[in-house]
């Protein structure tokens, strides 16, 4: 069984920026798509980035285009999203996850998420 576990988040002033880490234990990630989900109180959960197993970045939201990128490193089978120009819409908890695709239906294993608050 993969586990990710999520780390980095916190308290950042708008403008600032913010690197979160998805460590993977049990298994291996690089067979997998990865993907970095965002949810914030009342809204949809949101894909914010996907890296194929090759690690291409796929479809980036304009949400957040130009401001965050991720990458994956298979060696230390971690993930990670380097986000800056944070704005305060940014706030949400971020989950890391895995499976077949970019699509959350097919991510079979997922993170319990890290809170990233943006706020001055």
């Known amino acids: 069984q993969l586990q990710l576990v999520e780390s980095g988040g916190g308290l950042v002033q708008p403008g600032g920026s913010l690197r979160l880490s998805c460590a993977a234990s049990?298994?291996?990630?690089?067979?997998?798509?990865v993907a970095w989900f965002r949810q914030a109180p009342g809204k949809e959960r949101e894909r914010v980035s996907c890296?194929?197993?090759?690690?291409?970045?796929?479809n980036l939201p304009d949400s957040v285009k130009g401001r965050f990128t991720s990458s994956r490193d298979n060696a230390k089978n971690t993930v990670f999203l380097q986000m800056s120009s944070l704005r305060p819409e940014d706030t949400a908890n971020y989950y890391c996850?895995?499976?077949?695709?970019?699509?959350?239906?097919?991510?079979?294993?997922w993170g319990k998420g890290t809170l990233v608050t943006v706020s001055s």
């Open positions: 996850a895995a499976g077949s695709s970019c699509s959350s239906s097919d991510m079979n294993y």
């Open positions: 890296n194929s197993r090759l690690n291409y970045i796929i």
């Open positions: 049990g298994r291996t990630l690089s067979p997998y798509t």
